[in-house]
């Protein structure tokens, strides 16, 4: 791709792509900027997916007619399509679930309980989306192990000295989320991964909010496991992504047992399948993961890195022009260096007020404490409004969330 | 305001919201309850006054933070209070509340908007020892 791959995208042709960004409510054409919530599915997404209920759907694995293998060579397919995307060595580490959340307890089960216990420790952070949060905080209830959490400093940035005393000879797992969904921080991950390792830890990285938005390749970050979800990348709900090395995944017990799943089963025993297959257990997601895989293609044409750089840039381009009122208070690190979201409130209007009055402009964005609430405790907020950007979106949708914010603002002056 | 599409944010109610009506606290108050809606994190604090047989709210005054709907509708519902027959409390239900505020409230916001009511009625409910809890939340009813 070379040079292309420093132009800007060309968010003309993108938008023909999504037909639900015509929608009007009121006569006011839609400005969705919910996109850290779930994106919009493009054209290519809802054929593959209409494509595959009209001409190849079938159950995969066992069957011998032609549709059965059509769909199963689709389906395995995919597998790889998606190891390719993220940089995985191949479909046995690329295990398909419903969200990133059972990705993080898939791990949590298999892995956690059999492997904590007491006088271990999980470090994670005070950014940690409930996903992992809740997980591992009940699971360390479960086997006697003790959670701990990196501070978040003021400008939003993890207190890595806070991580290097964290982590120690005691810790089992750093579970860390990759790009915060409330703060737009972009942790590093890789030295995350690296500290764990050097205390013979492992590392699992939530990608919710960097796989759709950025160039991500797991090898070089040389996480353990990584988790991310297709309903936030252009692909349908449904489906998730467990990325593991291929060795811990293959000494791990699956923690879902059933069908497909098995080799060879007797009244008394049973084997597992080889991976992925052995952690996928009763017919699978399997239109669902063909169509992520049809998202990945369709973010490739585009190119990640030209994804990554519009995001950024309406993100700072909102960061500057809410920071240009003063009683805005916005979230997390400066507009230049954060994902591709804006998290704020405006003077003491609760975030709840705020995306009420801005959906009157048609102005879709979330208010709430997005699944991190111990954050926002420490924050000192009961919630926050997050305006989140993606391939679709134009500094137009940002100068009208603007106009809308200042609206708000008068009518609660 | 651009299209006007939700008028849940007329003047009655922003007028509430920044100017709560019998905001603060009573002193010898007859009992005091507390409640919150923890998806928003609304809070209201409220004292009752009732008369001496006990039949009769004579005063309330609250305390609280969150949304507009929430302490407009707590403000709006002080003011409803006085001089209401306790049995009237206890019969309110939600569309009370909604009638009261005279406005459109979305489904997503009607914990927010009966949170003051529900403290009201738990509180009376706890003081003639009806009801055993510490604090109300709007999580798990509506
Ligand atoms: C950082 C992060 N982690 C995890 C999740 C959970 O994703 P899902 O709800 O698809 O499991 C989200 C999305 O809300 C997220 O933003």
Redesign the pocket.
């Known amino acids: 791709m070379g040079l292309s791959e420093t132009d800007v995208l060309d968010v003309e042709r993108i938008r023909a792509d999504f037909p639900i960004l015509e929608r009007e409510f009121d006569g006011e054409q839609l400005a969705y900027l919910d996109n850290?919530?779930?994106s919009q599915t493009p054209e290519p997404v809802v054929e593959a997916i209409a494509h595959y209920y009209r001409h190849t759907n079938a159950n995969v694995h066992r069957g011998l007619h032609q549709l059965s293998q059509e769909a199963s060579i689709a389906y395995e397919n995919a597998h790889d399509r998606v190891a390719e995307f993220i940089g995985a060595d191949g479909r046995e580490e690329v295990v398909f679930t419903?969200?990133?959340?059972?990705?993080?307890n898939t791990i949590a089960y298999a892995w956690g309980l059999a492997e904590l216990g007491p006088g271990d420790e999980v470090v994670m952070t005070e950014m940690?989306?409930?996903?992992?949060l809740v997980t591992w905080q009940q699971i360390a209830k479960k086997t006697g192990a003790t959670v701990k959490y990196i501070r978040v400093d003021e400008d939003g940035y993890l207190d890595m000295d806070h991580a290097r005393e964290l982590v120690t000879d005691d810790t089992e797992m750093v579970s860390v989320?990759?790009?915060?969904?409330?703060l737009g921080t972009v942790n590093p991950v890789s030295d995350l991964a690296d500290l764990a390792h050097d205390h013979d830890a492992l590392c699992f990285v939530?990608?919710?909010?960097s796989v759709p938005h950025m160039p991500v390749d797991v090898g070089e970050m040389d996480a353990d496991f990584f988790?991310?979800?297709?309903?936030?990348m252009c692909g349908p709900?449904g489906i998730?992504v467990l990325y593991g090395k291929e060795h811990l995944l293959e000494e791990m017990q699956p923690y879902l047992y059933g069908g497909m799943m098995i080799s060879k089963v007797t009244f008394e025993d049973s084997t597992w399948h080889e991976l992925p297959w052995k952690f996928e257990a009763g017919t699978p997601v399997i239109c669902q993961g063909i169509a992520l895989a049809e998202a990945c293609d369709y973010l490739d044409d585009i190119g990640m890195e030209r994804v990554d750089r519009h995001g950024r840039s309406l993100a700072e381009y909102a960061y500057d022009r809410l920071s240009e009122f003063d009683d805005i208070d916005i979230l997390g690190p400066p507009g230049d260096d954060r994902g591709a979201l804006v998290s704020f409130n405006l003077g003491d209007v609760h975030a709840h007020d705020t995306s009420e009055i801005l959906n009157d402009f048609a102005v879709a964005i979330r208010a709430g404490d997005?699944?991190t609430q111990p954050l926002h405790d420490k924050l000192g907020v009961p919630a926050s409004a997050r305006a989140s950007f993606y391939i679709y979106n134009t500094r137009e949708e940002v100068d009208k969330l603007v106009r809308a914010v200042d609206a708000t603002r008068e009518l609660f002056a | 305001m651009g299209i006007g599409g939700s008028d849940m944010y007329r003047q009655q109610i922003l007028d509430h919201y920044k100017n709560p009506r019998n905001y603060g606290e009573i002193e010898d108050a007859t009992f005091t309850h507390t409640g919150e809606n923890p998806m928003c994190g609304d809070t209201i604090e409220m004292d009752v006054v009732l008369s001496e047989d006990e039949e009769t709210i004579e005063h309330v005054a609250f305390r609280g933070d969150g949304c507009a709907i929430s302490q407009a509708s707590a403000s709006m519902l002080s003011e409803r209070l006085q001089g209401m027959a306790v049995e009237d409390l206890r019969t309110m239900d939600r569309d009370d509340v909604i009638d009261m505020l005279g406005v459109d409230i979305s489904p997503m916001r009607v914990k927010c908007a009966v949170l003051a009511e529900k403290v009201a009625q738990d509180g009376t409910d706890i003081y003639f020892g009806e009801l055993d809890v510490e604090k109300t939340t709007t999580e798990d009813d509506d």
């Open positions: 850290s919530a779930t419903k969200n990133t959340t059972e990705s993080l940690e989306h409930h996903a992992a989320v990759h790009v915060s969904n409330t939530d990608g919710a909010q988790a991310f979800s297709g309903h936030k709900t998730g997005h699944c």
